[in-house]
Structure formats: C-alpha cells, structure tokens
C-alpha cells in the first residue's frame, strides 16, 4: 500500500509552453502533498505544500504565478508550470502525506518527473 | 531554525564491509528523523524514521540508525554492506506540525554511497 504515482516520467517541452504533471496517491487519501524540485547531485527543495480544497502554500522564493498548483480532490494535485523556460528543467517530486494515527503522519514519494525545457 | 546537515557528499565501502552515513540534526522540540534512498532518476524510498522510543532503530534492506540525543546525531548503519546499495541517501527532519509546518521535512545535502566488489 501507500502508492505515489506521478505522471509523466519524463517530459520535453520547448521555451515558453506551459506543462502539467499530475501526482496522485492510488490507495490512500492526502489530504496534504508537496512538491519538491531537485537539481542534478543536489537535495530535494520544498517549492510548496498543497491542502486539498484550498490554495497552496509556496516556499519563500518560489513564483505561484509561474508554478501553478491544483489539488481538486485528495488524491490528484497538479503541478502546471507556465510560459517553461530552460532553467526550469529540473527533476520534480512529489510526495503525499498520509494520516496514520493523531498527529502521526507518513510522507510518500513518488518516482519524479524529468522536465527538460529546450 | 530547524536543519539537517550531512558532512560527507560521499561515502566509499567495500562490499561486505559494515558502513556509515552521518546525519546530525538542529531542531526546537522532539526530533522526528528520517533517512531515505534514491536511486538514479527515482523518487524517494522510505528507509526509517526515528519518532520516539528506541535510540537504535532498524529499517528496510537491513539498515539501521542510532538516535543520539546529547549529540544531536542520526547515522545510518549497516553491518555488510552491499554493491546494490550503491545509491543517494538523504537524512530529514520533519518540521513541527504545531508551528505550522504542517508536515514538512528538512532534507540534508545527501550523501553518495558507493560499494565496491
């Protein structure tokens, strides 16, 4: 169980399109998910927690406007970025939090989306 | 502030030697700690998590690490290692969710393990 799926795996795209990745928890409910982007030989940096039904919270320097996030139900959250530019190539991961027990949580991952932008 | 570091970008290990990833952790309140494996172009793995209770915890594939409070410590362990842990290991730290963190983990640099034959 707790399976975290992320589609695509990989996608390529020209300067200036925009491109959804779609995270979904196929046998459990989140109500809340993340999303991370990690740079090549680097670590996972949180871009933004996403509530089901409500906006999402962005890290300090991460543009909403640019990374749009949807989380329409709990277990499906988008994650669109617009108007892609070469250096937001990056490799994009997700992960869902699952309620175990009171305040007693679990992170999962899913595999990550390559995103390059030619 | 909370925060993870791991010191070393790389550990090298014979196969079938015992080997030793470091974590050590800064946090306000009880350490929830994790440490995670990625292999290349994958997510994340789940190898254990420290929350309360024993210091030396056990994990998948064989691994295990010792919570060490007075040395703000997290390392993860294990007895033999082997060429196909060969990976990325990341050590985190969840933020305290009565702050408004609502869940959040704090992940070290990661460190590369590599196990030679």
């Known amino acids: 169980g707790a399976v975290v799926s992320q589609h695509p795996s990989r996608v390529i795209c020209k300067s200036g399109t925009s491109v959804k990745i779609e995270c979904r928890s196929l046998d459990f409910q989140a109500t809340t998910m993340f999303w991370y982007r990690q740079f090549p030989k680097q670590s996972l940096m949180l871009m933004a927690t996403s509530n089901e039904g409500s906006k999402a919270t962005y890290e300090q320097g991460v543009e909403k406007d640019k990374f749009l996030i949807n989380h329409a139900s709990l277990t499906l959250s988008t994650l669109t970025v617009t108007s892609a530019h070469p250096e937001d190539s990056s490799f994009y991961i997700c992960s869902a939090s699952r309620i175990l027990g009171p305040a007693i949580y679990e992170q999962y991952f899913g595999p990550g989306t390559r995103l390059t932008v030619t | 502030a909370q925060s993870v570091a791991q010191p070393e970008d790389q550990v090298n290990v014979a196969e079938g030697n015992p080997l030793t990833v470091k974590c050590t952790y800064s946090v306000s309140g009880n350490p929830y700690l994790f440490w995670y494996v990625q292999y290349p172009n994958r997510g994340l793995q789940f190898l254990l998590k420290?929350?309360?209770?024993?210091?030396l915890v056990k994990g998948s594939y064989g691994f295990e690490a010792e919570f060490n409070k007075s040395q703000t410590s997290f390392h993860l362990k294990k007895p033999s290692a082997l060429v196909s842990d060969s990976a990325l290991y990341f050590c985190a730290v969840r933020v305290d969710p009565f702050s408004g963190g609502y869940n959040k983990l704090i992940f070290g640099a990661g460190t590369r393990l590599a196990v030679h034959p």
């Open positions: 420290y929350i309360t209770g024993d210091n």
